[in-house]
């Protein structure tokens, strides 16, 4: 009897969750900020001692600029313009349209609190994060003289260039802006260069914590983003007042959290785009909420291909969503309403010219769509212009107003200095060659669950699995990197994590922010993060990542580059190996990645590298990574803006295997996800290089000789809302772009799975979602422009 109680007692303990526990150094928990009311923001003041590690002159190079420093007075009075660009710019950093990319210089760019006058834009280099002070978020003033593009301009049109911009704005990647008031009110009302942001941009980038303020007169043409192109991205907590648009913006995907617009003109007015989310929206005493270019059927005459809106609370506006054409009785852009609440709204959905196609007032909105609808095995569509399919959302995904739960990057701004402790006073290099790995092992024993452990920049090597405690709160520095390194990565039959967030059934605060994970190849064992730990009880995004990425090969320091790893396959497949799984969430865990990754309450973007961002900027390569996503967590999981592809959003890039897959997942809220297929596929065909796993949960059945995009098996309440799933190349031509075949299927649910998709874009393959992996919705009969569209598709 006695051994068999300590065998029930063995097997009852290792099902325990084991809560956080406090550092050796910590005699109480972190608890509340400690800054007094007249500190200013603790990034202002923290010891800048960050580096980047491979730039020429690693020792010289300047990471931190605080503009004032370099002359910026923030008076109101003085022209700050040149000031503050000489902050962003010094240094031999990528710009000017003679750079195409770059990670070797990265800046972080500072504003104390203050008025800065620009009579001109601000000019946001490539790898820039231009913050502004949290506890009080300087202004931007736009002169009343002010000339150009906008306040902030993330990509320069070359004056006399016939329209050639500095960077190429599919792969204008990592940049952010947050903590400002951008004030354009005293530009002439008429002026259209009253503009706060001109934000052309890709993936891994974000707009957060910014109020737009611009002129209510009735003639205005102020607006607060303009956004013609690109291939994002993510944007949060936003407020705009007046302007004749809040967003004018063309993008071929985004995704859109928290903003408020209040007395403008139009909302949003979206001009094209293959496939946009906006989650919870807030617009008040406009003309229009929504303003929607469409009918553009084909890549030259591209509109708004697919709009999905959930959570808005709309009032004192007379139309929410306007068309600019009619359907007719068939898909010519696709609309999704979700949980919409109208107040005094007399038109929910219309069309220019004052057709009303559904009819507001005071309102809710609960699931409405515009375009074709499908259920489970059935391929024929029904075009519907009304209800469509209500998801299931797990109660543990909402807050308290029943709204997809939302939470901010965390920027602890009522911290004091004191709060936090710096890897570099203690023992961690971050130089991309010293292995640091016992040295952030013993600060995270140290100080985690009493100090906010901040990461300088640097690139911080670990040859063995690196651990972050449950309790911990770690920010970096310009995208800190993580890197693993060595033998302990290198076996693809005994895969280990470079980096466990969390020990294994371990519960307690976890919130990391602008960090990137990475590798120094060739790896074939990385599991590059493993996301073990689970939110404390009744803390919805208690566990989560923001603004952090995982990003393989391609940049300096990686040894996954053009020199070993070229296109043309030279490199072979052995020197060439990335990672075994980029991310993976395990059954006990919970998360919310924001932002650019793929992982549950995220800003996070999970990318192999399609070309060098430290060479020529478009040279291609031809890395492996065996897998984008694995979620076996029974949830919650938020991931909002990710992606994978070889860029990111949420996006998940240019895995072997898969993107995504879902395996005996739970609780996921997942908007918008944006991936892309291999691009050397199907030459090898998947799984080639690696092999099928099946401790893994790995798919076994693969159409077309591709990787899937997105793979869901034995899984409940998944609601995707926004995809933009695409498949570009075959063996790095795009000749089958032309007839849609560069992959046969792109989407597999089994049909025991739980799941609604909504507002789903592919490009380049023939079935966009299939059932026990066959084929059912053709893209053929979903043409939206460049891409395709499935409005909605559930098993019944």
């Known amino acids: 009897m006695p051994s068999m ?29 400690t800054a007094a009311p007249s500190d200013p923001f603790w990034m202002q003041n923290i010891k800048h001692q960050g580096t980047a590690a491979f730039n020429s002159n690693p020792s010289g190079y300047q990471v931190f600029r605080n503009v004032k420093d370099f002359g910026a007075k923030g008076d109101g009075v003085t022209d700050d313009t040149a000031a503050i660009n000489n902050a962003i710019s010094s240094g031999g950093r990528c710009g000017g349209g003679s750079c195409a990319s770059s990670t070797v210089s990265p800046a972080v760019v500072f504003f104390p609190q203050g008025t800065y006058l620009v009579s001109s834009p601000l000019i946001a280099y490539y ?17 009343p003289s002010f000339v150009g593009m906008a306040v902030i301009d993330a990509d320069p049109y070359i004056p006399g260039g016939g329209g050639a911009q500095w960077y190429t704005n599919q792969n204008n990647f990592f940049r952010s802006v947050r903590n400002f008031v951008i004030d354009v009110r005293q530009v002439p009302a008429t002026d259209s260069q009253g503009t706060g942001i001109h934000w052309q941009v890709a993936q891994a980038t974000s707009l957060m914590n910014i109020v737009f303020e611009m002129s209510t007169a009735a003639n205005t043409a102020h607006q607060g983003i303009w956004m013609e192109n690109g291939s994002g991205g993510f944007m949060g907590d936003l407020i705009f007042n007046g302007g004749k648009f809040g967003m004018w913006v063309g993008n071929q995907q985004f995704t859109v959290r928290n903003i408020t617009v209040n007395n403008a003109n139009t909302a949003v007015f979206g001009v094209w785009n ?67 609440k ?18 507001g007032g005071t309102t809710t909105i609960a699931s409405w769509g515009q375009g074709n609808v499908y259920k489970g095995t059935n391929g024929a569509s029904t075009f519907t212009q009304g209800t469509i399919p209500t998801p299931n959302k797990a109660s543990s995904l909402l807050d308290s107003a029943g709204h997809i739960f939302g939470k901010m990057h965390p920027q602890y701004a009522d911290y004091a200095v004191s709060q936090f ?10 130089d991309g060659h010293t292995d640091d790995t016992a040295a952030l092992n013993a600060i995270f024993a140290q100080f985690s669950g009493c100090k906010i452990i901040f990461f300088d920049a640097g690139t911080y090597i670990v040859t063995k699995t690196l651990t972050i405690p449950a309790g911990t ?31 294994a059934n371990s519960q307690g605060i976890m919130e990391i922010s602008d960090i990137i994970f990475s590798t120094v190849g060739p790896t074939p064992g990385a599991i590059v993060v493993e996301w073990n730990v689970k939110q404390p009880a009744g803390q919805n995004g208690g566990a989560g990542m923001w603004d952090s990425h995982i990003r393989l090969g391609g940049a300096a320091g990686t040894n996954l580059e053009s020199a070993q790893c070229p296109s043309s396959g030279s490199g072979g497949t052995t020197a060439c190996f990335a990672s ?7 059954t006990g865990s919970t998360a919310y990645l924001e932002g650019n990754l793929a992982l549950s309450l995220m800003r996070t973007w999970v ?4 070309h060098d961002l430290d060479g020529d900027g478009v040279s291609q390569l031809e890395l492996f990574s065996g897998r984008g996503i694995l979620s076996e967590s029974a949830g919650p999981v938020w991931m909002i803006g990710t992606g994978m592809i070889n860029k990111m959003l949420m996006s998940a890039e240019h895995h072997a295997l898969y993107q995504y897959s879902l395996v005996n997942a739970q609780n996921h809220y997942m908007g918008l996800i944006q991936t892309e297929t291999p691009y050397y596929q199907p030459s090898p065909a998947v799984p080639s290089p690696f092999s099928v796993n099946s401790a893994f949960n790995d798919p076994t059945t693969f159409a077309g000789s591709s990787a899937w995009a997105l793979h869901v098996s034995t899984s409940s309440n998944i609601l995707v809302f926004g995809a933009g799933l695409y498949s570009f190349f075959q063996s790095f031509g795009q000749n089958c772009l032309d007839t849609s075949n560069c992959q046969s299927q792109i989407i597999n649910v089994d049909s025991t799975s739980s799941i609604n998709l909504y507002s789903v874009s592919t490009v380049g393959t023939t079935f966009q979602i299939s059932v026990n992996n066959n084929g059912i919705v053709n893209e053929s009969g979903n043409v939206d422009g460049f891409a395709s569209t499935t409005t909605s598709w559930s098993q019944s």
């Open 473 to 503: 709160q770690l920010v970096g520095e310009g995208w800190s990197v993580i890197a693993g390194s060595g033998a302990a990565f290198q076996n693809v039959n005994s895969p280990e994590p470079v980096v466990q967030v969390g020990a």
């Open 580 to 586: 075994f799984l980029a991310l993976y969430l395990t």
């Open 274 to 340: 293959w496939g946009w989310t906006f989650q919870g929206v807030n617009i008040n005493n406009c003309q229009v909420g929504f303003d929607l270019t469409s009918g553009g059927l084909t890549e030259s005459d591209q509109t708004v291909g697919a709009e999905a809106i959930i959570d808005a609370v709309v009032s004192n506006t007379p139309i929410f969503v306007r068309s600019s054409q009619a359907s007719n009785g068939k898909l010519a852009g696709s609309v999704v309403i979700n949980n919409a």
């Open 421 to 430: 402790v710096s890897v570099k006073d203690n023992g961690a290099k971050g």
């Open 607 to 610: 990318w192999l590298a399609d």
């Open 127 to 143: 790898y820039t994060q231009l913050i502004g002070d949290a506890r009080k978020p300087p202004t931007l003033l736009a002169s």
């Open 5 to 33: 109680l300590l065998t029930v007692l063995g097997v009852l303990l290792s099902f325990t969750t084991l809560v956080s526990s406090l550092g050796t150094s910590c005699s109480a928990p972190l608890g509340a900020g």
């Open 342 to 359: 109208l107040t005094n709204v007399p038109t929910a959905v219309g069309v220019v010219g004052g057709a009303t196609v559904l009819a």
